[in-house]
């Protein structure tokens, strides 16, 4: 079967994983990199390079098993960690 897959964020590049092995796949993507939200950035401070992930926060058991699954699958290890996070900004005394 010829299938089509528009958008290759994280939710089309697995759909392609997936259907590749047992149908003709073509993926369509309007942005000139895949990965969608998910994207590695390098920031310079003070003349360093700091790569930062983008977009894709946490996750966990509970609200994303599929997406366990899907690691798991690939071998992608994990590793549990604490989740928080706060913004003080100093000009406005805003504080999130």
Same mark, same amino acid.
């Given at each position: 079967?010829? %299938?089509? %897959?528009?958008?290759?964020?994280?939710?089309? =590049? #697995?759909?392609?994983?997936?259907?590749?092995?047992?149908?003709?796949? #073509?993926?369509?993507?309007?942005?000139?990199? =895949?990965?969608?939200?998910?994207? #590695?950035?390098?920031?310079?401070?003070?003349?360093?390079?700091?790569?930062?992930?983008?977009?894709?926060?946490?996750?966990?058991?509970?609200?994303?098993? =599929?997406? %366990?699954?899907?690691?798991?699958?690939?071998?992608?290890?994990?590793?549990?960690?604490?989740?928080?996070?706060?913004?003080?900004?100093?000009?406005?005394? =805003?504080?999130?």
């Amino acid at each position: 079967m010829r %299938i089509a %897959i528009v958008g290759a964020g994280v939710s089309g =590049l #697995t759909a392609a994983y997936l259907l590749h092995p047992y149908h003709e796949v #073509t993926l369509y993507e309007a942005q000139a990199r =895949l990965g969608g939200h998910a994207h #590695t950035v390098c920031v310079e401070v003070e003349n360093r390079d700091y790569h930062v992930d983008t977009g894709f926060l946490v996750y966990n058991d509970q609200t994303y098993p =599929l997406f %366990i699954r899907l690691l798991d699958k690939l071998g992608v290890a994990t590793k549990q960690s604490e989740m928080s996070f706060s913004y003080t900004d100093s000009l406005t005394g =805003l504080e999130w």
